[in-house]
């Protein structure tokens, strides 16, 4: 393991439309940036990153509007894209991408612009499957903004949680006397930007996934939310030649909590995947 993967220097890469995104990188060879989700800073990766580190170049880093990145007023997905784009150019010129709930979504919205990836691993994107819960309103991202502008940052907490997640209304109430409770807090401006990575109502944007040209694979966990399977499923068959794996007993939360579990999975995805153009899965 090199010195860069115990100790990493913060480093910043301008955005298209100038914004400063921070990053860091640890270990050597070739790169993949890990994408966090919701409520998430690049300190979230940090444990999966510690563990790729001696096998490849593992970089994190803050979206925009978290940690260390700046923001401007007008966001959009593409915005978000371009902050990838940023990241490539400055590891190498390309790069894999491996991304967690919206942060998936957020790298299979990349791969279906054609940016020069050489893999895409997708933990949970929680698209949402016609029948297995109530979908978010088309309107939450608006009514979060309004509550963030009116000061009421823990309020638009608990409405992401139990609208846009599906967590009850019960278990929200008692988490917010957690001491995690005032770091959901405290990047609650940036929920919006997780609702329109994913899309209206969450739904599953087949015809553009259908674009995506790059190794795939869908990873979902055997303990997760009893949506997460089929979802995985139907995510799986929209990309060309992807692949569905479940991994036994690992969570949502799992890129965070349970690091080590996840390495073989992705050190042989990619190892060993083979772009065919055919759809295919293991599960």
């Excluded at 480093?11 to 998430?40: K, Q």
């Excluded at 010129?93 to 050489?118: K, M, N, V, W």
């Excluded at 929920?191 to 944007?205: F, I, K, W």
């Excluded at 890129?255 to 995805?269: D, M, R, Y």
Aim: proline share 7%; hydrophobic share 40%; aromatic share 6%.
């Amino acid at each position: 393991m090199t010195m860069a993967s115990h100790q990493p220097t913060l480093e910043r890469a301008t955005s298209a439309d100038g914004t400063a995104i921070a990053f860091e990188r640890r270990g050597s060879g070739a790169p993949l940036i890990l994408i966090g989700g919701a409520f998430e800073e690049r300190s979230a990766s940090r444990p999966l990153a510690q563990v790729l580190a001696p096998h490849l170049t593992a970089v994190t880093y803050d979206r925009r509007g978290r940690g260390d990145s700046g923001d401007t007023d007008a966001y959009s997905v593409e915005r978000e894209v371009e902050d990838l784009d940023a990241l490539i150019r400055a590891v190498g010129g390309r790069a894999s991408l491996f991304g967690h709930s919206s942060g998936a979504c957020l790298a299979l919205e990349t791969a279906a612009r054609g940016r020069p990836l050489d893999h895409v691993l997708a933990y949970e994107p929680p698209y949402i499957p016609d029948g297995s819960r109530r979908r978010p309103g088309a309107d939450l991202a608006q009514r979060l903004r309004t509550l963030v502008a009116e000061g009421h940052r823990d309020d638009a907490v608990a409405l992401f949680q139990t609208e846009g997640v599906g967590i009850p209304a019960e278990m929200v109430k008692g988490f917010r006397s957690t001491p995690l409770w005032a770091g959901l807090v405290g990047l609650t401006h940036t929920l919006p930007y997780d609702l329109e990575v994913t899309g209206p109502g969450s739904a599953l944007p087949a015809s553009r996934l259908g674009a995506i040209a790059v190794p795939t694979v869908v990873m979902v966990g055997s303990a997760s939310f009893d949506w997460m399977l089929p979802s995985g499923r139907d995510t799986t068959a929209a990309i060309p030649g992807a692949r569905l794996l479940v991994l036994d007993g690992l969570d949502h939360g799992s890129p965070g909590s349970n690091p080590t579990a996840l390495v073989p999975a992705i050190l042989e995805f990619l190892r060993e995947s083979q772009f065919t153009g055919e759809g295919s899965s293991s599960a």
